[in-house]
T-cell receptor
Framework: DAGITQSPRYKITETGRQVTLMCHQT?????MFWYRQDLGHGLRLIYY???????DKGEVPDGYVVSRSKTENFPLTLESATRSQTSVYFC????????????FGPGTRLTVL | AQSVTQLDSQVPVFEEAPVELRCNYS??????LFWYVQYPNQGLQLLLK??????LVKGINGFEAEFNKSQTSFHLRKPSVHISDTAEYFC????????????FGRGTSLIVHP
């Protein structure tokens, strides 16, 4: 299917466990992003990638790791999950400049117990 | 550095009434401006965007926005809302030729009452 997909859609884990959230896009967009959405904070950028093998930190990168070996995939790993990482995570891909608009996945709701 | 302020966290309105969601931005250079909508339990989707040209931009679902450079605003309007417009709305700004990374406002929750 064309578009951007995230898996899993829902995840419950325990403090200290490693969790990986997957993101896949079929448009071959250069840019990809990971956001977390929390009540009162709107969207906060965790990491982004301008191309395969190029990643950079966003506003709230601590506790997260990303990689991008292929253009279409951008997994996000929580190395040792904490309760403060309970959130809804959105992946997005971005059209190249000058368009700059983003296409969002459906989100992953993560609960850390 | 760019920033976005959405002045209202929540806007209640009755069905078929007009609505305006306010967005102000701060940037020292020219900007691209966007409005996104997020329906419950879904990701964000683009409503409309301003890149250049006409300051009045029309989007999907009957929404429109006007870019006002002197007031650094990009308010979103709809002349008659429906129950189905109940959602979270996000304004975003990015700078052409800059880092590309858009800055999002904190969102405005539009609640349409019957």
């Amino acid at each position: 299917d064309a578009g951007i997909t995230q898996s899993p859609r829902y995840k419950i884990t325990e403090t200290g466990r490693q969790v990986t959230l997957m993101c896949h896009q079929t448009w071959s967009h250069s840019y990809m992003f990971w956001y977390r959405q929390d009540l009162g904070h709107g969207l906060r950028l965790i990491y982004y990638s301008a191309a395969a093998d190029i990643t950079d930190k966003g506003e709230v990168p601590d506790g997260y790791v990303v990689s991008r070996s292929k253009t279409e995939n951008f997994p996000l790993t929580l190395e040792s999950a904490t309760r403060s990482q309970t959130s809804v995570y959105f992946c997005a891909s971005g059209r190249d400049p000058p368009y700059n608009e983003q296409f969002f996945g459906p989100g992953t709701r993560l609960t850390v117990l | 550095a760019q920033s976005v302020t959405q002045l209202d966290s929540q806007v209640p309105v009755f069905e078929e009434a007009p609505v305006e969601l306010r967005c102000n931005y701060s940037s020292s250079v020219s900007v691209y401006l966007f409005w996104y909508v997020q329906y419950p339990n879904q990701g964000l989707q683009l409503l409309l965007k301003y890149l250049s040209g006409s300051t009045l931009v029309k989007g999907i679902n009957g929404f429109e926005a006007e870019f006002n450079k002197s007031q650094t605003s990009f308010h979103l309007r709809k002349p008659s809302v429906h129950i189905s417009d109940t959602a979270e709305y996000f304004c975003a700004v990015s700078e052409p030729g800059g880092s590309y990374i858009p800055t999002f406002g904190r969102g405005t929750s539009l609640i349409v009452h019957p």
